[in-house]
Structures are given as structure tokens and as C-alpha cells.
């Protein structure tokens, strides 16, 4: 079975950038896509973007264009997602999570998430 | 931007089936789908492409859709099935869009 590992938890102050890794535990980034979706404290989902992987090109959600960058290493299995100008309301559990069956349209395997706390 | 709207709530006698609605324009072109999340953990897909259910997901979790409108069916609901419901689409213009959430509570 598919598994997407992510980075720990990570405590930012606000002005600062923060940078989390998602690794597959087989080589399916050649072929899958990869979304990045995030959810703040007793909130609902919230798309940030997507990768494709074997090309490296991306798409992100009009919200966050301008703060957010995803980057991939094919040699590592592993995509990554920058967000700069951190403020309080990107306080939120970051989740990685691989499109479904090399389709960019819904997700089947998502990472554990990674909490993101922003405070002073 | 592209909206999907959901109940907030839905209460459920173990047993019984609970509907969930999904509502979005044209969301039946939309390949809706519906992940399960519990508290503390990551979502679980249980239905992609509006009726499809992936290997390992229970057959009691069935979908639906048509028009403006997709539905979440839970048959025979057990108390393990209290979580958030959330569905989603693909929007060409928005990207992918999460519904508002439904909270199953099984009474």
C-alpha cells in the first residue's frame, strides 16, 4: 500500500516561511500527481495546489499565489510545498495527498499531515 | 469561484441510512467525490468519479449523482461511521473544491 510520510510539526513566527516535505514510499511520482491541501483548527478542507510530478509543473489555488511554491525531487520520491509570509491564519495541518489513479481530479492516498503553528 | 454545499449536521439511528447532500452548479460533470475524516486523522476516500468506491471501503458507503446535486448514502449505519464527511469536485476554473462538511453523528 501507498504511503505518503511528511515532515514534522513546525512552529513559525509570522513574516517567516515554512517548508514541508511529503516522501512516497515508492517511486509514484513519475506518474501521479500530488495535491497539497491544508485545514486550519475546527475548519473544513482547503486546496492549495497541485504538482506534476514528472514534469514538475504546478497549479496553485488563486488564495495562495504569490506564498506558496511546490517543488519536487524525482530521485527521492519526495514533493515539497513553501509557504513564505506565514501570518496567523496559516495556523492548519497541512496534508499531502497523491491524485487518484493518475488522475489530477480527486485524491486516493493522502500523508499524515503535518501542524503548522504561526505565532509570535 | 466554485462552491459546494453541504449540511452542517446530519443525526442517524444506528441501523438506519443517512444521506448526505453535495451541491454545487453542474457538479454531476464535476466528478464528485466524498472522503471520511475522523477526529486527529487524514481524510479517507470513499467514493470517486460521483458511484465508484475503491477497494477496502465498505459497501454500505454508496454515491450518487445528478444535475446540481450529489449524494453520500451510509446503509445500515454503525456508530464507527460518526466522523466528517466532506465531497469534492474538480472545477476547471477553481481547481479542486472541498464541500463545507457534514458532521455524522450516530445517536
Known amino acids: 500500500q501507498v504511503q505518503l510520510v511528511q515532515s514534522g510539526a513546525e512552529v513559525k513566527k509570522p513574516g517567516a516561511s515554512v517548508k514541508i516535505s511529503c516522501r512516497a514510499s515508492e517511486n509514484i511520482f513519475t506518474s501521479y500527481y500530488v495535491h497539497w491541501v491544508r485545514q486550519a483548527p475546527g475548519q473544513g478542507l482547503g486546496w492549495m495546489g497541485i504538482?506534476?510530478?514528472?514534469?514538475?509543473?504546478?497549479s496553485y489555488a488563486q488564495k495562495f499565489q504569490g506564498r506558496v511554491t511546490m517543488t519536487r525531487d524525482t530521485s527521492t520520491s519526495t514533493v515539497y510545498m513553501e509557504l513564505s509570509s506565514l501570518r496567523s491564519e496559516d495556523t492548519a495541518v497541512y496534508y499531502c495527498?497523491?491524485?487518484?489513479?493518475?488522475?489530477?481530479?480527486?485524491?486516493?492516498?493522502w500523508g499524515q499531515g503535518t501542524l503548522v503553528a504561526v505565532s509570535s | 469561484s466554485y462552491d459546494l454545499t453541504q449540511p452542517p449536521s446530519v443525526s442517524v439511528s444506528p441501523g438506519q441510512s443517512a444521506n448526505i447532500t453535495c451541491s454545487g452548479d453542474?457538479?454531476?460533470?464535476?466528478?464528485p467525490c466524498w472522503y471520511q475524516q475522523k477526529p486527529g486523522q487524514s481524510p479517507v476516500l470513499l467514493i470517486y468519479?460521483?458511484?465508484k468506491r475503491p477497494s477496502g471501503i465498505p459497501e454500505r458507503f454508496s454515491g450518487s449523482n445528478s444535475g446540481n446535486t450529489a449524494t453520500l448514502t451510509i446503509s445500515g449505519t454503525q456508530a464507527m461511521d460518526e466522523a466528517d464527511y466532506y465531497c469534492q469536485a474538480w472545477d476547471g476554473h477553481t481547481g479542486m473544491v472541498f464541500g463545507t462538511g457534514t458532521t455524522v453523528t450516530v445517536l
Open positions: 495527498a497523491r491524485g487518484g489513479g493518475g488522475d489530477w481530479r480527486w485524491t486516493d492516498y
Open positions: 468519479q460521483g458511484t
Open positions: 504538482i506534476n510530478p514528472s514534469g514538475g509543473s504546478t
Open positions: 453542474k457538479l454531476g460533470n464535476k466528478y
